[in-house]
């Protein structure tokens, strides 16, 4: 019998007097008959959007109704995104219209996660930034006291359009090079390992492949387009014959056609091995590798003489031998393999090595650069602006990446980083960390000691469209305008079938936000002289070329060498898009860019209906299969690397292992279609499909532990403890667990998020490669307990 | 007492006092009130539950409301009607209360016809008795209901469907059996025998048009086989409400007819064994058949799944064992009102079991590979069962209410219980 | 005019994105019981090896719809294009309907106080002049395709005729109009993720059936 009613009651508060008032909050009320208005009465128009739910970009056309978006529809123009839209894609009328948004700058007047915020104009909100308030210093005091060094301040930013931009404030005009980018939490080793062997990440043509090894990439739940669209529609003998390997049972393993339950981290034995058995039977394609190969004998030698052999690797792996040979085989001998590059956060510290062995097992095949393989294809160059960078001589330099074997000089590692800060063990002091779109709390493991970071630094300042978890260790919070409210830069995306897409904002900025490029500028603009005037006063370099000038040419010379920081956004994004446009290819094409919101060379010409489930964006003959031809070059033995003190060749290491104490269990990260890591678990619409996350475990052992389903488990690891609901599955081995990223918000200011599951930053440690730095995912052993 | 006559019956001149606040009717308002209170939650939870939409964070950007509203969506219970399990407690008690209520006017119907002496006698008290119930189980249906678009059974009328059938059967039936009371209690004594026995058959035959339209409401429902596969579902309400209608029969005679009837109450009492005998043989073979026949899914959830204690222990135990053992033997009375008792806690357990159980094997094996769930972090449901919620079981109380007030009034004003010679 | 959907559906990867384009299509409530559509789960274990299937459903608009026979109000009728509709302003909420679908396709939407079901869109996208139902235009790998049963000449029935399919619980004989295509590939698969009795037809079996259900209840259906 149910105890409580816990619904709205009848005589609660103003919400039910609304309803008996006739003016209910939903559009039909209970007491007339009326329908819904009319079309032909309502003005209604398509805007044609770019989403901005996640990495991919999808393109849309929001159906606005008297000024409110009631429905995102796919955009049958795109190539990349082939006519459709993912759940996410679907619920950003959820983002635009959350009910929990920052709505208008705030500013803290309480204690650093305490929630407690005043409401201010977005002039006394810039103020507090340059100058401060009783509560923490501002930018201009911070770079007094420290002389000008702008390392002091450290910046991030998350995934986006607008990304580039406040790269360029902070970066190149603000001028601190401590950028800690999430691409050092996400896909950094991938990329690298890819483009440092075959020169660049590459697509893999999935139309026209005919066989498929994808290792920890699941598709079907980490949507990235056009990939998951042609997977999934020629699997099942229609085609392309998937080989998933996976340490749990996912989506994607639902829908391949064979599964090998690797054990996590290993995939670089499985990938040496395949290599082993291509090298021995010489099924490798020979030609292609005389001709684009480089260092191939050296790895012949390298593998063969290690002893990589499928037998070697099943005790490592946990895949039979027999399995190994069956499928190097099939890959060899099959017309278009492709073994896919994958791109998620790293599971291991030896991801570079294994992502280069992937890349060279690639070349291996001859499958580059060709229909049915991996394809470089082309991207349509749009004109770039130059960005006038002004010259600090005071900036000191990163300290963050001089432990790791490659530095990226632009994108740091933000685990070294955050934790040399932590540790007091900077050269110089971080005092001021300017975020945007970005939640650390959430997606760099260990969240104490982020915490213990953002507590550290004097200045915090936040640019996001919702109250996250981060933002509420933050002093000044500026709302921005979400992606359906804005137009961000045009955009060209490459790869077999380019095109160039354009977002319109199909709704005006709500409450008091701004679209970023606004924010740049008028942030730039508030702070620009001061900060000038800082430099004056400490700048030895500057103050050597400013000696004796007068006003009008210390004026001059603030505006030529870049120090006027907005400069850069003189013009609006609506114009510069416009002039980029008609530019490049003329009036027509900004014509046909507004409407459609997408645009490529021939558009009218090429693009097709088929039917209503299926678009021909270029014919066959004019898909750019083949751009690279002879400047290919699969870097087998990258000498190089050896001098930083990096395997030149993939080599496995004894501490590569998989190996779970005893009792305990691994740690694995993953995804699920419906949600973007931290970003949407505030969308309703969203958490209408998964209420909160559960910890997957696996049902023998979860019988023997009495754990039964959505019973609460504590789950401990060396960093930290969650407590979290139990999901009792045989879709993953016993010794392991995997829990869902992103959830157990801790902002109380997120409703819906607040208090709903659990987050796997809070356990899992900070390790890292030591090629980048990269945080790694998948090597965190926890103790699981029943409460 | 002062009579009036009117139109040959005798209404008894009682005060308002005596009228409304007798013992009865005092009992009946507490029991109404317990009801009132359960309608109460139930148009909250039905009318006054502010639901989201999709559209509506868009209508009203930024409003905390919405936030309250999509919250309780999303992370509450879910709205009064349980997708799965639409039928509940109110169904339950509807059935009990409307095929007891009728079953009770058949069995009286029959013995008439039988000429069973006693029975005539007491008819006219059984009678008011039995339409009490039908009252009160419509009045559980109102409930249930939304009476708001009630309008539309008239405007919108579909002939042939049983839900819609029961408007015009209940249109004729209540004042039907009401005729039938005035007949009984009549002074025009010799008009009324005159065309009793036409009387008499076409309450029969109302009675069993009632049980098939009845039937046809459960049969129609073809994905739930329970009621869907149930040989002869007719003859089965038929049979099920005969035991409890004894029952019910039984219980009233103990409280109204024991002391005006003297000796012939132990007439009564025979003839009702008698009757329980009979009936409750023929309930057992029936039941016994039919689970042979009901669709082994359903038939494997009642009798050797989670109902089965309910089934055997409820049910079989309560509504035939116990009572055919207590009234095996001639012998005290009190024996034979004991087994009504039962005969009436068990039957209405076999009417919770066949609404509950009837929803109990979910439809989500569409595809003939097992059960379905919707979500990723959610148990498969291989059995669906709702219990009751609290407004059900108030307002069932209260419809105990209703249907001790209207015999109250009847009996206050037209003396129905009084033993009346033929 | 006799709308029906066939789902390819072993190209489902649950993704969910034709849940959330309903709800906001067609402004559902929020809520895990009101679901106009959905995407269902199956996991089991086939001969030692894990089978984990995916089956989106929805409302099948039957020709012989038992929801609508057994309405006392005529809100749940036919209306043409061999659609079922409720017309929520005449819902007395009997549930008759809800216990009447095999599918458990029907809900009751709490604003309204009536009983809801997936409407195939029609009242907010195919008479307004769109060709695709939310659901399928926004599906990834475009699992569904909305058509005509009447129109030889269109991409439905061409698509019907060239594969086998089933219905859903054929032996409720509602004569269910979403068509189920079996994979024809990957015959292990297609095997497993049906069960015993489940009847495969081909077009020239299944049109018989179509017509005999439509001339049964045709009368029936009303102008929209």
């Known amino acids: 019998m149910n105890v409580e009613i816990s619904r709205r009651r009848f005589l609660q508060g103003s919400v039910a007097l609304t309803v008996l008032g006739g003016v209910s909050l939903s559009s039909d009320n209970l007491f007339s008959n009326e329908k819904k208005k009319n079309a032909s009465n309502s003005k209604s128009e398509d805007v044609p959007f770019l989403c901005g739910m996640c990495v991919n970009k999808c393109a849309g056309f929001a159906h606005v109704e008297d000024g409110i978006v009631k429905k995102l529809n796919p955009n049958p123009y795109f190539p990349k995104s082939r006519n459709m839209l993912c759940p996410r894609g679907n619920a950003g009328i959820h983002t635009l219209y959350d009910p929990d948004r920052l709505k208008y700058p705030l500013v803290r007047i309480g204690e650093r996660g305490d929630g407690k915020y005043k409401r201010v104009s977005w002039d006394e909100a810039y103020d507090a930034i340059l100058h401060g308030t009783d509560k923490f210093p501002g930018i201009l005091k911070i770079l007094d006291e420290e002389k000008d060094n702008r390392a002091t301040i450290g910046y991030c930013n998350g995934e986006g359009l607008s990304k580039e931009g406040f790269e360029d404030l902070m970066g190149q005009k603000i001028g601190t090079p401590n950028y800690v980018d999430e691409i050092s939490i996400c896909l950094e080793t991938t990329l690298a390992g890819y483009f440092n062997t075959i020169g660049a990440y590459g697509e893999a043509d999935l139309n026209n492949a005919d066989y498929l090894i994808i290792a920890g990439a699941n598709r079907a739940e980490a949507i990235i387009t056009p990939d998951t669209m042609d997977m999934f529609k020629r699997n099942r003998g229609r085609g392309l014959k998937i080989v998933a390997l996976d340490p749990r049972y996912t989506n994607t393993v639902a829908n391949a056609d064979r599964w090998y339950a690797i054990n996590p981290g290993t995939d670089l034995a499985f990938v040496l091995a395949l290599t082993y058995v291509a090298i021995k039977e010489e099924l490798y394609d020979k030609d292609f590798i005389a001709k684009h190969g480089v260092g191939f004998e050296d790895y012949k030698n390298h593998v063969l003489s290690n002893g990589y052999t499928p037998e070697w690797a099943s005790k490592i792996t946990g895949i039979p031998a027999e399995e190994i040979y069956k499928t190097a085989r099939e890959f060899m001998t099959a017309k278009s393999p492709i073994y896919y590059q994958g791109r998620r956060s790293v599971f291991s510290k030896n991801d570079f090595q294994l992502r280069r062995a992937m890349a060279i097992f690639q070349g291996l095949s001859g499958n580059l650069d060709k229909k049915g393989g991996i394809i470089f294809g082309q991207k349509i160059a749009l004109p770039k602006e130059d960005i006038n960078a002004p010259m600090y001589a005071q900036v000191q330099e990163r300290f963050d990446v001089k432990s790791v074997a490659i530095p990226t000089g632009k994108t740091g590692s933000w685990i070294l980083f955050r934790n040399m800060v932590v540790e007091g063990k900077t050269p110089y002091p971080v005092r001021a960390m300017f975020m945007r779109k970005h939640n650390p709390l959430s997606g760099v493991p260990n969240t104490t000691k982020t915490v213990e970071f953002l507590k550290k630094m004097d200045l915090n300042v936040m640019i996001d469209i919702l109250p996250s978890d981060t933002a509420m260790f933050c002093d000044v919070i500026l709302p921005e305008a979400s992606y359906l409210e804005r137009e961000s830069p045009v955009t060209s995306f490459g790869f077999l079938e380019p095109a160039v897409a354009l977002r319109k904002a199909a709704v005006k900025p709500l409450y008091e936000t701004k679209p970023p490029e606004v924010i740049y500028k008028e942030l730039a603009e508030k702070l620009s002289k001061p900060l000038w005037e800082n430099t004056l006063k400490y700048d030895e370099d500057v103050q050597d070329d400013t000696k004796g000038m007068k006003p009008e040419e210390l004026e001059q010379y603030y505006k030529e060498n870049g120090f006027d920081l907005a400069d850069i956004w003189e013009k609006s994004v609506e114009e510069q898009n416009k002039e980029k446009i008609v530019k ?47 400047k290919l070059k699969v870097v087998i033995n990258f000498k190089n690397l050896a001098k930083k003190g990096v395997d030149p060749m993939p080599t496995w290491h004894a501490d590569y292992a998989f190996e779970v104490p005893k009792g305990k269990f691994r740690l694995v990260t993953g995804r699920h279609a419906q949600f973007t890591q931290s970003g949407t678990t505030n969308n309703i619409m969203l958490r209408d499909l998964i209420r909160e996350n559960y910890l997957w475990i696996n049902s023998e052992v979860a019988k023997q532990k009495g754990i039964k389903f959505a019973d609460i488990v504590e789950v401990t690891s060396s960093v930290g403890k969650i407590r979290i609901k139990a999901f009792p599955t045989l879709r993953i081995a016993p010794n392991q667990v995997f829990l869902l990223h992103g959830f157990g918000g801790s902002s109380k200011e997120m409703e819906f998020a607040y208090g709903h599951g659990a987050n796997d930053a809070m356990i899992i440690e900070d390790k890292i490669e030591p090629i980048y730095g990269a945080a790694v995912m998948n090597e965190t052993n926890v103790d699981i307990r029943k409460v | 007492m002062e009579k009036i006559v009117i139109a040959g019956v005798e209404i008894n001149k009682v005060s308002i006092r005596q009228l ?144 819609w059938q029961m408007l015009p059967l209940y249109g004729v039936y209540i004042p039907f059996v009401l005729f039938e009371i005035y007949l009984l209690i009549t002074k025009n004594t010799a008009w009324a ?219 206050k004003l037209f003396s129905v219980s009084k033993v009346r010679d033929h | 005019m006799n709308y029906a959907i066939a789902f390819d559906y072993q190209n489902c990867i649950n993704c969910k994105a034709c849940e959330v384009a309903c709800k906001e299509q067609n402004n559902v409530q929020l809520g895990a019981d009101k679901q106009r559509i959905w995407v269902g789960q199956t996991e089991k274990v086939v001969f030692g090896k894990l089978f984990v299937n995916f089956y989106p459903s929805q409302c099948n608009h039957c020709l012989d719809a038992p929801c609508v026979e057994v309405c006392p109000t005529n809100a749940s009728h036919f209306v043409d294009g061999g659609l079922v509709m409720v017309d929520q302003s005449k819902c007395i909420l009997c549930k008759g309907c809800m216990e009447a679908c095999p599918y458990d396709a029907r809900f009751v939407d709490d604003e309204k106080v009536a009983v809801d079901k997936c409407t195939f869109c029609y009242d907010t996208r195919i008479s307004k002049g769109y060709t695709t139902t939310a659901c399928q235009a926004t599906c990834p790998t475009k699992v569904r395709l909305f058509g005509d049963l009447d129109d030889e000449n269109g991409a439905l029935v061409q698509l019907l005729k060239k594969r086998k399919f089933f219905v859903l619980k054929q032996k409720e004989k509602t004569v269910p109009k979403l068509f189920y295509l079996l994979p024809e590939h990957d015959m292990n698969y297609a095997m497993n993720s049906i069960g015993h009795d489940t009847k495969l037809y081909t077009w020239d079996e299944m049109k018989p059936i179509i017509e005999k259900a439509k001339a049964k209840r045709i009368k029936q259906w009303k102008k929209s």
């Open chain 2, 20 to 163: 409304l606040f007798n013992k009865y009717m005092i009992l009946s308002y507490i029991l109404l009130a317990i009801g009132i209170y359960g309608i109460y939650e139930v148009m909250q939870m039905r009318y006054f539950l502010i639901g989201a939409t999709a559209h509506d964070a868009g209508m009203h950007p930024g409003s905390h409301q919405m936030v309250v509203a999509m919250k309780d969506a999303v992370f509450g219970e879910g709205g009064e009607v349980k997708r799965e399990a639409p039928w509940s407690l109110y169904i339950v008690n509807y059935m009990y209360m409307i095929y007891t209520g009728s079953g009770v006017i058949f069995l009286v119907a029959l013995d008439e016809l039988l000429n069973l002496q006693i029975v005539k006698k007491t008819a006219a008290g059984f009678l008011a008795f039995g339409i009490s119930m039908v009252i009160g189980g419509l009045f559980t249906i109102m409930i249930d209901l939304n009476t708001l678009h009630m309008l539309s059974m008239v405007t919108s009328p579909n002939f042939g469907a049983g839900m």
């Open chain 1, 584 to 630: 490049t290819f003329g009036e027509e094409a900004w014509k046909i860019l507004e409407e459609k919101g997408i645009y490529y060379p021939n558009i009218e010409k090429y693009h097709k209906k088929i039917n209503d489930n299926e678009y021909e964006y270029y014919p066959d003959d004019k898909k750019f299969y083949t751009t690279k031809k002879d």
């Open chain 2, 193 to 411: 025998k005159r065309i009793s026995f036409v009387i008499l058959l076409l309450s029969v035959l109302i009675d069993i048009v009632e049980y098939y339209i009845q039937a046809n409401l459960f049969s129609m429902n073809e994905a739930r086989h329970l009621w869907n596969t149930y040989p002869s579902l007719t003859i089965y309400f038929i049979v099920s409400a005969y035991v409890a209608a004894i029952g019910i029969m039984g219980l009233y005679s103990y409280f109204t007819y024991r002391r005006t009837l003297g000796k012939e109450y132990h007439s009564l009492i025979e003839v009702l064994r008698k009757m329980a005998l009979i009936c409750i043989t023929i309930l057992a073979a029936y039941e016994a058949i039919a689970y042979l026949t009901i669709d082994k899914h359903w038939a494997f959830l009642i009798l050797f799944g989670p109902f089965k204690y309910l089934f055997f222990g409820g049910y079989i135990v309560l509504a035939m064992t116990i009572p055919y053992l207590l009234m095996l033997r001639e012998s005290k009375d009190i024996l034979t009102i004991i087994a009504s008792f039962f005969m009436i806690v068990g039957t209405y357990i076999g009417r919770y079991i066949f609404v509950y159980a009837g929803n109990a094997y979910p439809m989500s094996d569409r595809f003939g590979t097992g059960f379905e769930k919707y979500g990723m972090y959610e148990k498969v449901m291989n059995f669906i069962y709702y219990p009751p919620e609290r407004s059900e079981v108030l307002v069932v109380i209260g419809s105990f209410g209703v249907i001790l007030a209207v015999y109250t009034l009847l009996n």
